[in-house]
């Protein structure tokens, strides 16, 4: 593993050395950064310096909601909050082929509760990009890896107000270190996405002490009827009615040695550090205002899941091992209104079947489009049942409101 990171470090520090400064090309800063997918249906509000060495956009996202939750054996209850209140700065600098991208969290639920001796989690990515042409992406920083779909399109593209149970409890998410990307997209024949990562494996904003555990990510994504329209692979639905059928089929694994965290780069710290590996499968496909997804996710590991306080055996935290599925399906009409439904399934694996259970999640959702969806108003229905190891049940719902507007 270490000689394939050195040469991996290697690789990207020659390409940058590569590089041409060249006069800038405006037209060809599209900011399409593979890592970094943000639905806009513009590029928000940009300056240029005069001598054209420096851009900067700037983007704002809000999503404000309401929520009824019922819980079974308890009383109903109403939440509101700010959901997700997001800036975003990018742009070049002395040249378009030199790009960063920084976004920064405000909302409650994005910064997470403040603890002692934990960072505070505004910083969500801050990352350098060379981009030598169409074809590749080399970064370094903190931003997204290349894990399942879902996770990977920003959540200003979700058709419903939240992210599936499995993304909740499989996904990759966010990590530091390095990225390549090799993008190979064209508009209507067999098209092809190669995507690696050397990261820390600790998460975002970790400053944790150094050890040697790193994460190993890759993934591979095919597309055999031609790019989407507006890289439509990076938002849900139909909103762009494809005139032609549009597939795309991908998979991910990652190894992430010696993790610290109960979901590796989320979740709460473990007693012992623990190996685990993921693997992410997912399919989407759209025409005509129709769209389907479906996704398998899982985790496991080499040792036992579970890790025990070493000052008292009666305290223990777990790596959450499994698997699960995820079905989708929508249909947007001519009035821009869009129904969805989703069904998840979530497993356990026999090391925690006893400390949580296996859930069953149904989903409904009306989606009215003002400007795709960078300007929409969600409405849900979701019921969960949960069932666990000595053969009971729990049966749980909430409706949901949400307002989503941004540039």
Do not use: C
């Amino acid at each position: 593993m270490k000689r394939f990171s050195y040469t991996f470090l290697f690789l990207f520090f020659f390409a940058l050395m590569k590089a041409q400064i060249a006069k800038p090309n405006h037209e060809s800063n599209d900011i399409k950064i593979s890592a970094l997918p943000y639905y806009s249906f513009g590029k928000g509000i940009g300056l240029t310096s005069p001598d054209s060495l420096f851009q900067f956009n700037i983007r704002f996202r809000m999503q404000n909601r309401v929520t009824y939750i019922k819980n079974e054996f308890e009383t109903g209850a109403y939440s509101a909050e700010i959901r997700r209140l997001r800036l975003r700065f990018d742009g070049f600098v002395v040249n378009p082929k030199f790009l960063y991208v920084i976004q920064l969290s405000f909302a409650p639920g994005d910064v997470g509760e403040v603890k002692e001796g934990e960072n505070l989690n505004i910083i969500r990515d801050a990352v350098f990009i060379y981009r030598p042409n169409e074809h590749w992406n080399f970064s370094f920083g903190q931003t997204k890896l290349p894990g399942n779909r879902q996770r990977v399109n920003s959540s200003g593209g979700l058709q419903l107000t939240d992210r599936s149970i499995n993304n909740a409890k499989f996904t990759i998410d966010r990590d530091f270190g390095f990225q390549i990307h090799n993008l190979n997209e064209f508009k209507d024949k067999f098209s092809y996405n190669f995507k690696a990562a050397v990261t820390t494996g600790e998460g975002r904003n970790s400053t944790d002490k150094p050890d040697d555990g790193v994460a190993f990510t890759g993934k591979i994504e095919l597309l055999p009827l031609g790019a989407f329209a507006k890289d439509g692979t990076y938002f849900e639905g139909d909103v762009i009615r494809e005139q032609k059928p549009k597939l795309m089929i991908s998979g991910a694994f990652q190894q992430n040695n010696h993790a610290r965290r109960t979901q590796g780069q989320l979740g709460d710290d473990l007693y012992e550090n623990r190996t685990m590996k993921s693997v992410l499968l997912d399919a989407m496909f759209k025409y005509n205002g129709w769209a389907a997804m479906a996704s398998y996710m899982s985790r496991m590991t080499p040792d036992n899941a579970i890790t025990f306080d070493p000052n008292d055996s009666s305290k223990i935290k777990y790596v959450y091992t499994g698997n699960g599925f995820d079905y989708q399906l929508s249909y947007i009409n001519k009035k821009n209104y869009e129904f969805i439904g989703r069904y998840s399934i979530q497993n356990t694996s026999k090391d925690i079947r006893t400390l949580t259970p296996n859930t069953r999640e149904y989903t409904f959702g009306v989606t009215k489009y003002l400007w795709e969806h960078t300007f929409k108003l969600q409405s849900e229905l979701t019921f969960d049942e949960l069932q666990y190891y000595n053969g009971t049940s729990k049966n749980n719902w909430y409706l949901r409101f949400q307002i989503e507007i941004g540039i």
